[in-house]
Nanobody
Framework: EVQLVESGGGWVQPGGSLRLSCAAS????????MKWFRQAPGKGLEWVSS????????SYANSVRGRFTISRDNDKNTVYLQMNSLKPEDTAVYYC?????RGQGTQVTVSS
């Protein structure tokens, strides 16, 4: 069974940092590109970032470029999203996903 399990969300003040993790199982992790999405209250699903299977190529939404960094550890079957300089508009449920599945999400709340 393909599983993606996110963790690391929480509450943080504006300007703070969080690191999200997504643990994968049930498929050959190293062969798949991985993505992060988010959904803010009352809004649709927004793509945040992608990392290709080898980890050498990444891409970011304009809204997070320069603040967020995606990475992966193929030995640990885990993808990460380092989020710095967080803003209130980053508040959302964050999901990791690939072509096979999407996780259940982890809540990130940025407020003072």
């Amino acid at each position: 069974e393909v599983q993606l399990v996110e963790s690391g969300g929480g509450w943080v003040q504006p300007g703070g940092s969080l690191r999200l993790s997504c643990a994968a199982s049930g498929f050959t992790f190293s062969r798949f590109a991985m993505k992060w999405f988010r959904q803010a209250p009352g809004k649709g699903l927004e793509w945040v970032s992608s990392i290709f299977s080898g980890g050498g190529s990444t891409s970011y939404a304009n809204s997070v470029r320069g603040r967020f960094t995606i990475s992966r550890d193929n030995d640990k079957n885990t993808v990460y999203l380092q989020m710095n300089s967080l803003k209130p508009e980053d508040t959302a449920v964050y999901y990791c996903a690939n072509d096979l599945a999407r996780g259940q999400g982890t809540q990130v709340t940025v407020s003072s």
